[in-house]
DNA sequence: AGCGTTTGATTGATTGACCAAATAAACGTT
DNA sequence: AACGTTTATTTGGTCAATCAATCAAACGCT
């Protein structure tokens, strides 16, 4: 039962936080959707900083798998016989999908960035996230761009940059109002990368 | 000296939340930083929300002023005799200069962000934010897909979107990583907008 | 005298962290 | 298998500190 313990305090704090946000939050919250005594949380996680931080490894635990259930490994190499173009089209179109279904994730990472501004902790957390994302983009890129006749100025790694800054920018907008329409900004950023990369053949293409 | 009163506070209030944070900033805090009684505050400022958006919007002058000197207007229509094309590139440099010198209006900024994910009233002021500067982006798209041979598929409001969350996913990186090579990433994106409208003409001057 | 401004003490409520003690589980010894 | 011992888990309450907001009183200008 130990185990299952922490993972009850996990999966509450999850729950509280995305419901309430990190600041709105008690420990004795969590504790009460955990439906364990407020001293356990303390017992498992010394700040609620920490439980912050665990809540939102289990809640990226789905799209992690989502992406392993397509054959790539976020944190590694990509593998051997995949068409970069083809994993990063497969890219925007699970991004859309996370959207919809993970809302909460959302909602609670944008917290996560807000609270890491002014908490050291949580901003080394928050910049081990963000640089875990942009290397897996980075990744994407490079391989794209090494199949291209016609190279871009830019690095792999500086479009990187701006590609998680676009989507997470994307996220934003729908978090913050459900209305957006995030699906065609998605849309427009794949249509805009995608005929970026693909310049010079496009040329030939003109119809 | 009572408007000159409400300005001190409001700039106090500015440097206090930039320097801690909203969550972390008290108005007893603000009220010390600006020289005047806890009370004051209340007087001038109904709640600590209130505060939080007067000193965005104080923070905001500095770069609507810039925008102003350029001779662009950032809630009106683009001025009739200029190219959109050299607004939008105007617009990225600026961007890049912006986030060199104004480093804690950002900051102050994504921490509205964070707060506005569970608060009505900062959300609300979020929304017009976004739409805002989402609109004026709009704008120049509109502007530059006009005068494009072959337009995209994509409207200019989802490719506003699209570039507006690339900025501030820029900035955000920007914000939680000094060390991070924001220009870069501007540079990236501007030459992948710019190569993405400009396509068909790309197409004939392969080399 | 009167009004807008300013003061600063007070209110009522909340928080994260901590702790000492109760309970349960695991283990080795005989 | 019965026991004593150690370790792991869980409890619930305390703690000092903090906060936004209120308000009656004082101030100072006209």
Redesign the pocket.
Known sequence: ??DQ?KERIVDAAYRTLVKRGYHE?????IAAEAG?????A??YF????DLLVAAIEHGCQPVISAWQRAGVDLSGPLPEDADPMMVARMGFELAKEELRTYRGLFLLTFDMFGVGLHNAKIAAAVRTFIEERRAFIARITQGVITGMADPPIASADAIAAAIWGSLHGIYLQKVMNPAFDADAAIDALSEMTIAFVSRPRVSLEVR
């Open positions: 039962m130990p313990t939050t008690s420990m004795k919250d364990v005594a407020p001293g356990l303390h017992y010394e700040t609620k900083e």
